[in-house]
């Protein structure tokens, strides 16, 4: 098949000569391709490096390829995105005694301005050994005190950083080469913490860093009740923003919904929050 605009010999199918429907629905398997799933540990967070670990989108090139398929595949993401098929999913996990945090893109479409929902899976990992002066030594307790309670550098600080600068890079890939972009809205972002987990004891390791089970229930329900407050304390800390302001961001970054959960399920729920000075901020109005 080729990806042409016609003409020269009348027989050769052309990718411009396929019915629009056809070509809607090529458009559709090539947004909604699965990713090929890579952890990357994050050291340091900037916009360059979010840039460059984003996932590849094959999408990208099709749009150099001519004015109509172009337009074409515009508007099969604008479409995508008002039916809510157009949504972005990543895992992040926190180990216990790591001085960084691991990334893992699930879903990641298209560049969009109209993002129906963020999914961020939040995973704890504790106990993890780090290799040290030539031996794996396991880390201390303070210092998944450190990570999880609510103090400088917690893991809800370093989740909050990484989205509002995830964020600010996505609002200006879009605006590269678009003076007419002045709005990056989130309708959702689901903050979603899964269930802690350990190693499986008794196994040499690296071997057992293969293989990780849950904490008990009674050790999860600690953890999780302390990573949630430390969550809320960040996110009530977030100062007010006027409404009557908003005219002065430029590109507006929004999110319409912040909502918290654990294994999918909604404990908390905050509103109207934007990206003003590099830190989020509740709209007031």
């Not at 109509?68 to 216990?96: N, P, V, W």
């Not at 009557?244 to 999110?255: A, K, R, V, Y």
Request: hydrophobic content about 40%; some cysteine; aromatic content about 10%.
């Amino acid at each position: 098949m080729l990806f042409d605009g016609g003409g020269g010999d009348d027989d050769m199918v052309t990718f411009l000569s396929l019915p629009l429907e056809v070509r809607n629905r090529i458009y559709d398997l090539i947004l909604l391709e699965a990713l090929e799933p890579q952890c990357r540990a994050v050291m340091v967070v900037s916009e360059t490096y979010i840039k460059h670990q984003l996932p590849e989108l094959p999408y990208r090139g099709l749009l150099r390829t001519c004015r109509q398929i172009h337009h074409e595949l515009k508007s099969a993401i604008r479409h995508l995105a008002a039916a809510r098929h157009l949504s972005y999913e990543l895992d992040i996990t926190f180990s216990h005694g790591r001085p960084y945090f691991s990334l893992t893109w699930i879903s990641f479409p298209a560049l969009s301005p109209h993002v129906p929902s963020i999914v961020v899976n939040i995973d704890l990992r504790v106990r993890e050994p780090f290799f040290y002066e030539r031996q794996f030594q396991s880390p201390h307790d303070h210092e998944l005190a450190h990570l999880i309670e609510d103090a400088p550098e917690s893991f809800a600080e370093q989740l909050f950083d990484y989205i509002a600068i995830l964020l600010k890079t996505l609002a200006n890939l879009l605006a590269a080469g678009n003076p007419s972009f002045s709005l990056l809205y989130t309708e959702i972002l689901i903050l979603n913490f899964r269930t802690p987990t350990t190693l499986v004891p008794g196994l040499e390791v690296p071997q057992a860093e293969k293989r990780r089970i849950k904490v008990d229930r009674g050790e999860a329900r600690r953890l999780l009740d302390t990573m949630r407050n430390t969550l809320k304390a960040n996110a009530n800390a977030f100062q007010a923003f006027d409404a009557n302001d908003c005219g002065e961001l430029s590109p507006l970054i929004q999110i319409g919904s912040l909502k918290f959960a654990t294994e999918g399920a909604v404990w908390g729920e905050g509103h109207n929050m934007i990206l003003a000075h590099d830190d989020f901020q509740w709209l007031r109005y």
